[in-house]
């Protein structure tokens, strides 16, 4: 069925090392793949997004990394910062015939960054 | 600046006395939604809607309603709130091209 997970609930790392975020989705038909920031009593922030026709794109800090073969997504942050502190979401979209565009998002993942 | 805007942003109600939420996007978006944020639960679709005059369902659709009169407003209306409903509920926009802008979210509570 439809579903995007993460594969784990809290991510804690060291101020200036590298992060990275891990999301399996389970719909091989998504198009495009977005992750989202959300801080603490603000809504979802874009960060990056990629295609289905990509496999790696980079921004910012910030590099995503798509493997269509095993259904795999991940965020890498570089030398993380406190202000990287939030809860992340992957989320994937399937435009298909309806062109709906629903963004079906994963569960999240915690990430701590300590100083 | 491009932005969705959310009214209100903390609300306490009591059981059964209809609400509405208000949801205004400045981006000429034809698509936009609703989403209910739930510990353990994620984000879940409510409603969305296409273009003007033109709403669906999301997942969980139970107990809300919308309206799409104008292209920039999407209000989410509780009919008869309940206690289940107490939620943070999150509007969004997008385009076909770019992912979704959500707005900075309203804290539900139903008493």
């Known amino acids: 069925g439809e579903s995007v997970g993460l594969h784990l609930p809290t991510l804690s790392v060291q101020e200036g090392d590298n992060s990275i975020i891990n999301c399996a989705y389970s719909?091989?038909?998504?198009?495009?793949f977005i992750w989202y920031k959300q801080e603490s009593g603000k809504g979802p922030q874009f960060i990056i997004d990629?295609?289905?026709?990509?496999d790696k794109r980079q921004g910012q800090r910030v590099t995503v990394l798509l493997n269509k073969t095993v259904k795999h997504l991940s965020l890498q942050i570089a030398a993380t910062q406190p202000g990287d502190s939030a809860v992340y979401f992957c989320?994937?979209?399937?435009?298909?015939?309806?062109?709906?565009?629903?963004?079906?998002f994963g569960q999240g993942t915690t990430l701590q960054v300590k100083p | 600046e491009a932005q969705v805007t959310q009214n209100p942003r903390y609300l306490i109600t009591v059981t059964g006395k209809k609400l509405t939420v208000t949801c205004s996007q400045n981006?000429?978006?034809?698509?936009m939604s609703w989403y209910r944020q739930d510990p353990g639960l994620g984000l879940r679709q409510i409603y969305y809607?296409?273009?003007?005059?033109?709403?669906d369902k999301g997942d969980v659709p139970e107990g809300y309603k919308v309206s799409r009169k104008e292209k920039r407003n999407f209000p989410l209306i509780l009919e008869s709130p309940s206690p289940n409903q107490t939620s943070l509920y999150f509007c969004?926009?997008?385009?076909?091209?770019?992912?979704?802008?959500f707005g900075s979210g309203t804290r539900l509570t139903v008493v």
């Open positions: 809607s296409m273009n003007v005059e033109v709403t």
């Open positions: 981006m000429n978006h034809e698509y």
């Open positions: 989320a994937e979209i399937a435009y298909g015939s309806s062109n709906t565009g629903k963004l079906i």
């Open positions: 719909n091989s038909a998504s198009d495009y």
């Open positions: 969004a926009s997008s385009s076909p091209t770019r992912g979704y802008t």
């Open positions: 990629i295609r289905s026709n990509m």
